[in-house]
């Protein structure tokens, strides 16, 4: 049975890809992190269609900050998409995977030398340049190795959250990119052009995440072209890629606004279009870089029940195995999700709860008004959508081992991330030989 926020079985319980998730709990322990994959390639498929059908030339890019895994890129790969990466650590992952270097695009606002020379030395299919140091580094290390590489710059597209209730990182006084107002974006251009080793596929813009409206992506557009109509004046310049980066929202909980991949790229490529005929400028193929709603929607975090705190005439406490060391994004952004009881996700509840981590902090809450079911230690809580920047954003706090990850697909699960242990926490450290 389907409802739109999750799958049940003939038992009443969870499905997460065709398997019952107390087996799931039972068989992998808690927490854990189970990933629907069938969930995470129609995203994939429901963006690369979005532009298929308008006969438009794109690219779908997963960002692939919001889990990264061999597995993940595996995945990506069958799909035939693109991936971005933000590191040497996220490269060295996909270049482990056999992901294809040419469809990886380098991202970052500070990119060390030795990153910059793992992306030269594999030739990664483009690295997006955010500021003028990079542009420096870039130069010794493609004069070094005498190798060219393909770019982008990232410029700031000027879209503020303090006209529309986004996440920031477009806005002018951001940390990203190249500022279009001051002529940054303009001399970076130069720099650029004048090395023979960097050839400029493009134009690089994001304008913040888990954005609910098409208007923020249109706006973005028209600034970019606004852009390139003065560089096509001034320079003759012309991009053959504009990337519109990511930041397409999903539903968390019923407050949330969502709105389908496919009518997100129909306002882009709308908009794209119509600057360009107004402008009379070539059409560009538009990339994009979807994290978020490729995996969010397609993760949950499974949970064994623990203690509970009764307060009279308050609301109760009830604790988890996990918490903020597995997803911080409560804690971090007051982020909302949604739990079920696993064993029967659609019983009537029967109380509200504080759901609780195990962490020491106070703001370790989960969930700051769970309903839920009658519960006792040992059943199996199910969060729902935690498939983006939940276990990508894991942390040792506490020295408490990293759950594990397993895909689930036509009823078959796979460990592709192993738990932690705790030999792996102490893996690294040293001890002290003598006294300092
Ligand atoms: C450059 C860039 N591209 C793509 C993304 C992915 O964003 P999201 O996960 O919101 O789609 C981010 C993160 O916000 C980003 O900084
Ligand atoms: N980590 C953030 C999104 C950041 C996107 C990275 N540019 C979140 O969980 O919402």
Redesign the pocket.
Known sequence: MENEKYFTNKEGHLVIGGVDALKLALEYGTPLVAYDVSQIRSQIRAFKEAFAKRKFPAVVSY?S??FSAIAMYQVVAQEKAHI?VVSGGELYTAIKANFPMDKISF?GNNKTRAELEMAVEHQVGVIILDNFYEIELLSEVLAEQDKNIRVMLRLTPNVSAHTHEYIQ?GQADSKFGFDITTGQAHSALKKVQANPQMELIGLHA?IG??ISAVAGFQMEVANLFKLINQWNAQDHYQPKVINL????GIRYTEEDEVLAPDVFVGAIVDEVKAQCDQLNLKVPEIWI?????IVGAAGYSLYTVGSRKNLPGMTDYLTVNGGMGDNIRPALYQAKYEAVLANNPTAASVEKVHLAGRYCESGDILIDEQSLPATKPGDIIAILKTG?YGYSMASNYNRVPRPSVVFCENGYAQIVVKRETYDDLVSNDCFLEKEL
Do not use: L
């Open positions: 960002a900050k919001a971005d991202h990182t994001h995440s888990q980066g990511g930041g397409f870089e979807p994290g978020r709603s983006a």
